[in-house]
């Protein structure tokens, strides 16, 4: 029995494991607005890499998040990411919203993300994670959607007084970013 169980685990550990790597591209119909909205199923996690973090024993690690987004309004379509950060225990980052806050690290070199005020819709494409952790939408078009799907090095620094924070992926992102741009419709191929 104690075998079976055993089993029982581990498969549902590697089922889990298998469903991260994985986040597929999703598209809903936003009844409130008429808009089609695309995303991910699940926006992508990042954990932060700070030295003291690993060290501190009893501490919570914090985890950032991202989510690319297409609105397409009747053949309008605008981009953006979603952004949500839930510090750990003795972390603060600055607020997401202020201006530079928060810089996306690409193989290429740093893109300060711009804020953007997005669609008002009935319901969000992403879900904040943690109810005390920051949450923001970002500028983003195809040109640098692509840019994040075709780079190896993806990171999100979040500045953090005068420093900042760095959170890198706990999954591979080239391949799901490579998905959502090719499922709508932003390829070179």
Request: charged residues 20%; proline residues 6%.
């Amino acid at each position: 029995m104690r075998a079976f169980l055993q089993t029982l685990v581990f498969t549902g550990f590697l089922v889990g494991c298998a469903d991260q790597a994985g986040i597929k591209p999703a598209e809903v119909l936003d009844e409130k607005t008429g808009m089609t909205v695309g995303a991910l199923q699940e926006p992508m996690e990042f954990v932060e890499t700070s030295r003291n973090a690993a060290q501190v024993a009893g501490r919570r690690t914090s985890f950032a998040y991202l989510g690319p987004i297409e609105w397409d309004r009747m053949g309008e379509i605008t981009y953006g990411l979603w952004v949500h950060v839930a510090p750990g225990n003795d972390t603060q980052v600055n607020d997401i919203h202020g201006r530079g806050a928060v810089t996306l690290q690409l193989d290429d070199g740093p893109v300060v993300l711009s804020l953007m005020d997005p669609p008002k819709l009935g319901h969000g494409p992403y879900q904040p994670i943690a109810s005390w952790g920051q949450t923001a939408y970002f500028a983003l078009d195809a040109p640098m959607l692509k840019r994040m799907a075709a780079s190896t090095k993806l990171s999100l620094d979040f500045r953090a007084g005068h420093s900042a924070i760095e959170f890198l992926p706990s999954h591979e992102t080239h391949e799901t970013l490579t998905q959502f741009a090719r499922s709508r419709g932003i390829t070179d191929d």
